[in-house]
């Protein structure tokens, strides 16, 4: 189910731990089996569990329980909006709006395109820079409609590493 | 005043997160004395213990009695865990410690691996902190190439190997043993205690787990001297201290300054309020201490005693600044939406409880606030206090209940009115 590369790197992640704790190793192949395949569907979760040699179970407790773990399909790129109280005392609602109004969806939701799915999330610790959120692996901070506008045109534009 | 002076002296360098940099400031000195001179384990606690460093993390152990907690003339590995979960809202000064310093965090944490013979570790990172994730991943191979990792550092007998563990989304790992249960491969819940982590940790070995800034203050208590660092605090409150000043200041940031700094200074460094503001509330130590009256806390000193007299916490340093443009009741109602979100869902008083006073909070702030919902936040929250595993549900109860006691009459208005005193509009 999973690429040569992928596997590669789980196997990597494994020798970080001692030989009889493979489990500690599962958090991370989630993470590299989600990277590859967008959201971990069951039977992706019971694959990678196999691989280290788990009960199925195992995998599904800690794909349920932690919140960067899709368990659907999302857009291509997930806003993930801090709403948490830093990021709220300077103006987050606003941002939700502004890119509710922009991408047509709500919370939750995810473009007919694919292209965007809007989250509001909590706190992702980076308060003195608020209000934030995060796009893929980084974060954009001290947001205004005018940033937003331009990093949205930036993610049309095709980029997954817009900075 | 000493700013910026010891985790983040650094920041401003360029490329002040690569290995050579750190080393041309001084960097791994102080490892290199504790290896080579050497130093011996129980003088390096002692040293720690002098300083009067405590935990940067929000609980404010003394490092030193911790490290020494630590069983001697065990067999097998003992663990050195660094917790860089950094999640309680208003919190944002490990992400800079690792983004512009990673290797006065590793330098410590091999320090401190030494004076406890730990052989090896893992940096536990948020997940959502992929940039420093990178940082550090990097730094460590640049430690490793410089033989201060691995076998036989620096030609010693002295191990130990470190590891970044990424976290996958959930405040709660902050949390030690959370931390510990997620780094297994599980859920993290909070385990009970005792036993505590020096005698059953991670895989159930001798474990000792500290916050980023608290490993990243070592290396300069060791080449100054414990009685350096804590002469640039005050007695029982050593060092100085990151305060990450968020909110309703024109200057938000991270603030590294001599623990007892009078709260008015620091809130003059970060700019002070807006133009025409009044302070109306700060939050001093994250959302999970009490909210204290903005009059108040002009009187206070930013220092573990002082805050605690003035009946919150010093927490993990984030202070939070709200000016009279807040409804208390919308921004209480959002902190609660947090521990609700969070909870682990293993104590029943927190699972329930969280929830519970996030939607007493909500119809309140919705204009559907009835007369006895006061009553009802108060005692909800006094029967979650001390009954849980771990202090997350009462760090949930706490901004409810203080910003009760400092803002009835804004709580009563929303019952009356049916809306809010102040409106925020969008915030």
């Known amino acids: 189910m999973l690429s040569e590369k992928s596997l590669a790197a789980i196997a990597h992640e494994r020798t970080k731990y001692p030989a009889e704790q493979a489990r500690s190793a599962l958090l991370a192949a989630l993470r590299i089996a989600q990277e590859e395949q967008g959201y971990l569907s069951e039977a992706l979760m019971a694959y990678v569990a196999d691989l280290l040699g788990l009960p199925a179970i195992h995998a599904y407790e800690v794909a349920t329980f932690y919140t960067m773990y899709d368990l659907r399909p999302v857009g291509r790129h997930k806003l993930c909006v801090c709403g948490s109280v830093s990021c709220f005392l300077n103006g987050s609602d606003a941002v939700i709006k502004h890119l509710s109004e922009r991408l047509g969806i709500g919370l939750g939701e995810t473009t007919a395109d694919g292209l965007f799915t809007l989250q509001e999330v909590e706190c992702l610790g980076a308060c003195k820079d608020a209000p934030m959120m995060q796009v893929g692996d980084h974060y954009h901070e001290n947001l205004t409609p005018e940033s937003l506008d331009v990093l949205l045109a930036k993610l049309r534009g095709g980029s997954d590493d817009v900075r | ?427």
């Not at chain 2, 002295?158 to 599980?186: N, P, Q, W």
């Not at chain 2, 938000?252 to 809130?267: A, I, Q, R, T, W």
């Not at chain 2, 849980?388 to 400092?406: Q, Y």
């Open chain 2, 1 to 427: 005043m000493f700013v910026n002076g010891v985790t983040l002296q650094n920041r401003g360098v360029p490329d002040s997160h690569r290995l050579s940099v750190y080393a041309g400031t001084g960097g791994y000195a102080a490892l290199r004395k504790v290896l080579l001179d050497p130093i011996a384990p129980d003088q390096i606690i002692s040293e720690i213990k002098k300083s009067a460093l405590r935990g940067r993390g929000g609980a404010g152990f003394p490092t030193g009695l911790k490290w020494s907690f630590m069983p001697k003339g065990v067999t097998g590995t003992k663990y050195l865990l660094c917790n860089a979960d950094e999640g309680e809202p208003g919190t944002c000064k490990d992400r800079d410690i690792m983004r512009y310093e990673p290797h006065r965090l590793i330098e410590g944490m091999i320090i401190g691996a030494y004076a406890m013979g730990a052989s090896a570790g893992y940096i536990f990172i948020r997940g959502e902190f992929v940039e420093p994730i990178h940082i550090v991943e990097a730094a460590l191979e640049e430690a490793y190439a410089k033989d201060y990792l691995g076998q036989n550092i620096l030609g010693t007998d002295f191990s130990f190997d470190l590891h970044v563990y990424r976290g996958a989304g959930a405040y709660i790992c902050g949390e030690e043993t959370a931390l510990m249960e997620a780094l297994e491969g599980k859920k993290g819940q909070p385990r009970f205690k005792p036993p505590f982590p020096a005698s059953y940790g991670l895989y159930g070995r001798p474990t000792t787990i500290n916050n980023v800034e608290t490993f990243a203050s070592v290396p300069d208590i060791i080449s100054k001297g414990g009685d350096w660092f804590l002469n640039l605090g005050k007695p029982n409150n050593g060092g100085t201290k990151i305060f990450s000043v968020t909110g309703h200041v024109r200057k938000p940031g991270n603030y590294e300054v001599s623990m007892g700094l009078p709260f008015k200074d620091l809130l003059e460094m970060a700019g002070g309020l807006r133009p025409g503001r009044q302070l109306k509330a700060v939050i001093p130590g994250g959302t999970s201490t009490a909210m204290v009256a903005g009059a108040a806390m002009m009187e206070v000193t930013m220092d573990y005693d002082s805050i605690s007299k003035a009946g919150s916490a010093l927490g993990a340093g984030s202070v939070i600044i709200m000016d009279d443009s807040v409804c208390i009741v919308k921004t209480v109602e959002r902190i609660s939406r947090f521990y609700m979100h969070e909870s682990c869902g293993q104590c029943t008083p927190c699972r329930e409880g969280m929830g519970w006073l996030w939607r007493v909070m909500h119809r309140l702030e919705n204009g559907q606030g009835r007369e006895e919902d006061l009553q009802l936040l108060l005692d909800v929250g006094s029967r979650i206090e001390g009954r849980t595993i771990c202090a997350l549900a009462d760090g949930g109860v706490a901004p409810v209940v203080s910003s009760i006691r400092l803002f009835r009459e804004e709580y009563e208005y929303h019952i009356q009115h049916k809306r809010c005193l102040i409106s925020m509009g969008d915030a």
